[in-house]
């Protein structure tokens, strides 16, 4: 177990984690902390519970393995937010955190709504944690590369599957071959594709990439293209804001001349164009298998003036 993981977790749990075997954390995927009940490990797969040895067992009545207590979470939620819970305000009310090495912490509990609208303002009470663990996996796009790759020149690539199918793995192994000698701007709104921490990223993502982070997508698409000349621009989850602002600025690179290379939650062709993505925007589409075999390809399809092929 990475030591830079284990240190968000107290007692028992840290202990726990350090015994998982070299051969099992490798699959772990996501580490789940509930209050009272089980702590749980999911590798793509299946959902296992962990003891206090590092063993993972299938769930089962007469077993619980190691229970999380209150203590434990509100040591893990302080440790993700560096002792101070104010200053990631703004992370919290959007519902996740991401720590150094650009693993992700997921969380609910109680949402507290003040304003007239009835926003989410901040969540108290964390009753959940899920702490999705990154993987830098070199070689990942060869593939991928391989296919779509001419003459130096990669194509604007819409990458496309469910949680945990590889998509930010992919994208980040695409920057790292392709910014060895291209200029790209890589706009990492959730820390999770360079990982930066004090300014430097963590990750591997090119020698030639800027990395825009915590930057909004829209706010980084805009400013990249102005002052950083970039040949490729890469971004992670578009098609989420609800008012399609990153849309609205990878227009913008596009009719600028800048390749985009970008992913979204979609499974299918109609979810592409259930989120309004513009099809003249990228040539191909990449869905990946899903969460059992992470950054594999499916299927790639290619967009034409009147859709996708």
């Known amino acids: 177990m990475n030591k830079d993981i ?5 007692g028992d749990i840290r202990s726990a984690l350090m015994k998982i075997s070299e051969g099992d954390f490798p699959r772990c995927q996501e580490l789940r902390l509930r209050v009272n009940r089980s702590l749980s490990v999911y590798t793509g797969d299946e959902t296992y519970i962990l003891d206090k040895n590092g063993q993972l067992f299938l769930p089962a009545r007469n077993f619980t393995g190691i229970k999380v207590t209150e203590a434990d979470m509100k040591y893990t939620f302080e440790s993700i937010c560096e002792y101070s819970v104010h200053s990631f305000s703004r992370e919290i009310k959007s519902g996740f955190i991401t720590v150094a090495g650009g693993h992700r912490a997921g969380f609910c509990g109680t949402a507290v709504s003040e304003d007239a609208f009835g926003k989410t303002l901040t969540v108290k009470n964390i009753s959940s944690i899920n702490f999705r663990i990154a993987r830098e996996v070199k070689g990942a796009a060869n593939n991928l ?10 194509p604007s690539v819409l990458i496309c599957g469910s949680v945990g199918s590889g998509k930010t793995t992919l994208l980040r192994d695409l920057s790292r071959q392709l910014g060895d000698y291209i200029k790209i701007s890589m706009i990492d709104s959730r820390g999770e594709l360079a990982a930066v921490y004090n300014g430097v990223p963590a990750l591997d993502v090119g020698v030639f990439t800027d990395v825009f982070d915590g930057y909004s997508k829209a706010e980084g698409i805009e400013t990249a293209v102005r002052v950083m000349s970039p040949q490729i621009i890469v971004c992670d989850e578009i098609g989420s804001d609800a008012d399609m602002s990153d849309i609205k600025a990878l227009r913008f690179a596009k009719l600028s001349g800048v390749t985009i290379i ?29 969460s059992e075999h992470p950054a594999e390809i499916l299927t790639i399809a290619q967009f034409e003036k009147k859709g996708l092929s």
């Not at 284990?6 to 107290?10: A, E, G, R, T, Y």
């Not at 590369?145 to 990669?154: G, I, T, V, Y």
């Not at 299918?268 to 899903?290: H, Q, T, Y």
């Open 262 to 290: 970008a992913s979204c939650h979609a499974a299918s062709i109609e979810d592409i164009r259930g989120k309004n993505i513009p099809e003249d925007m990228f040539d191909f589409a990449v869905f990946l298998k899903g």
């Open 145 to 154: 590369l391989k296919r779509l790759m001419r003459n130096f020149r990669f």
């Open 6 to 10: 284990s240190k968000h977790f107290s």
